[in-house]
């Protein structure tokens, strides 16, 4: 008898021991993995101005969520790389581990049921009608009735636009915005929903639109990290706390969020 009972109390031991051992294989350590390497490995896609494009003159990477992304790096102590993909492809890359995070302009709407983590909220997003100037009939969402509307694919005007699909006579999906624009200058289309700061940045080049005074909703943007990497989530809204403490977030906004209203 003693020795059975010696036998389950050793067991036992085990046991724990194994859990304990399990528990640590994995162990969260996204943090600990980029600070090792120095590099913080940032998706985006850099089709999205002001928030992410292309400099024309100097290919480089620029816009707010460059300088939100250098800004949080430099806090967290390693230097940002980032990654330019198709839209589409990201919360995938993300999954596969080519990027310890996306900023992206991504809205906590287009990442629900995609098991992924996401910070606080960074910025909060108006999603507006677009028209063409000479068009004044349509001056509010309900004046969309009947009308063939466009939106980006994979963005949460996306998601609005088939939340109202029963108002609409179609939808039309675009891979980016610019091709949206092209087709409603044209007439091919009556009206866009998308993104406040998108539009602003589009009356630089061309000034052929509207914006419909009220918006339709406000998308709150977050950064996207995977499920499993709490500490690493944890560290960046620190980093984002200190950065709106420091400065360093409004000198970005300043640099490229801030606009009048039309």
Known sequence: MKFNTLNIALSAIIMVLSLGLVSVSFADNS???MKHSGEMKVGFC?????FESINENTGQFEGFDVDLGNALAKEMGVKAKFIDAEW???LAGLHKGDYDMLISCMSKSETRGKNVSFSDVYYELP???VVRKDDMTINNKEDLKGKVVGVQVGFGSEQLAD????????????NYNPEA???????????ILVGYAYVVQQDKKDTFYRVV?????HAEIVIVLPKNAQLLTTQVNNA??????????DQAYNSWLRVEQQ
Do not use: C, H, W
Not at 213 to 217: I, K, Q, W
């Open 240 to 249: 984002l706390k200190e950065i709106k403490s420091n400065g360093a977030y």
């Open 181 to 191: 624009f092209t087709d409603l200058k044209f007439k091919r289309i009556d009206a």
């Open 46 to 50: 850099a089709q999205y101005p002001p």
């Open 88 to 90: 589409q492809g990201l």
């Open 31 to 33: 943090f600990a993995k």
């Open 213 to 217: 005074e009220t918006p339709l909703a």
């Open 163 to 174: 939340s109202m699909e029963d108002v609409f006579s179609e939808i039309k999906r675009y």
């Open 127 to 129: 999603d507006v009608i």
